[in-house]
């Protein structure tokens, strides 16, 4: 199964696949002390981010993107990875402060669209840490479903059927090819 996209267009953003030139936006984002205490730490400066990148670009079972604007502005960072042939797990989600309101919202609408019906996937296995209470309430009110947890994570899985009851409320951010 081929996971990797240069560009998924949305309504009012793009999901756009990363490259070595947005290794500063990411290591500017990542080490954010307001933004990351949730997420795994970065490496030490941009040019290690750019390694992060050019391994990425090797791997086949996911997808790292910079969510931005239609005219190229980028607002945050969103990856699928652990791609099976039924299910993925979304992360590393994170947007800038001065992003639009609307960004977290579509963006999320935006990689299930890629994941559920471009690569047909069935599940989001998602893992928030502990304490992020306001993400993991945000899965729970789109409708995943907790299903365990450990001493760092809370694990939720998001049925495609489940997502589909829940997309009909977000209609007015999913691209019309999609609806």
């Not at 789109?142 to 299903?147: I, K, Q, S």
């Not at 939720?156 to 691209?175: A, F, G, N, V």
Request: include cysteine.
């Amino acid at each position: 199964m081929k996971v990797k996209t240069k560009l998924f267009a949305g309504k009012t953003i793009n999901l756009k696949e990363v490259e070595e030139k947005d290794a500063e936006f990411i290591f500017e984002l990542r080490t954010d002390p307001e933004l990351n205490q949730y997420l795994s730490t970065v490496g030490e400066g941009i040019e290690q981010q750019r390694e992060f990148i050019r391994n990425y670009q090797k791997k086949t079972n996911e997808c790292y993107f910079v969510i931005e604007s239609k005219q190229g502005e980028p607002y945050g960072l969103y990856r699928i990875y652990n791609v099976t042939e039924d299910s993925f797990v979304p992360g590393s989600w994170i947007i800038k402060k001065s992003a639009p309101v609307h960004i977290g919202i579509e963006s999320v609408l935006l990689l299930y669209e890629y994941a559920f019906h471009s690569l047909g996937l069935k599940t989001a296995k998602i893992d928030v840490r502990k304490g992020n209470n306001k993400v993991i309430a945000f899965h729970k009110r789109f409708g995943a479903v907790p299903v365990g947890e450990d001493e760092f994570n809370v694990y939720l899985d998001l049925s495609l059927s489940q997502y589909e009851i829940t997309r009909k409320k977000y209609l007015k951010y999913i691209p019309e090819f999609a609806q």
